[in-house]
């Protein structure tokens, strides 16, 4: 069975930068699509960078990267600000779909528990 783990969160300061990491066990890691997504208190679940099969959804603010020998994921965070400040889960699904590839949280099957980043001074 899928198991993700994520861990790196923590408080950081306005305009700094923060990796997360999300270990993947079980199964596979190659026959899933990735994703990293946040929800914050009374908000829905945003996705923030993708990977499903060749395609990858991210901007210069979020970008994801795996280490396939590590089983890992990592989401690289630039430019924080208190908006920012939420809930982060790495998710997978073994879909390699159009909804997988634009991120779209409801597509995922396989969820972590979360790792909370707080952006504050």
């Known amino acids: 069975q899928l198991q993700l783990v994520e861990s790196g969160g923590g408080l950081v300061q306005p305009g700094g930068s923060l990796r997360l990491s999300c270990v993947l066990s079980g199964s596979n890691f190659n026959t899933y699509a990735i994703g990293w997504f946040r929800q914050a208190p009374g908000k829905e679940r945003e996705g923030l960078a993708c990977i499903s099969g060749t395609r990858d959804t991210a901007d210069s603010k979020f970008s994801i990267s795996i280490d396939a020998a590590k089983n890992t994921v990592y989401l690289q965070m630039n430019r924080l600000n208190p908006e920012d400040t939420a809930t982060y889960y790495c998710?997978?699904?073994?879909?390699?779909?159009?909804?997988?590839?634009?991120?779209?949280?409801?597509?995922?099957?396989?969820w972590g528990q979360g790792t909370q980043v707080t952006v504050s001074s």
């Open positions: 998710a997978a699904d073994p879909r390699f779909g159009p909804l997988q590839a634009a991120c779209v949280a409801s597509a995922y099957g396989h």
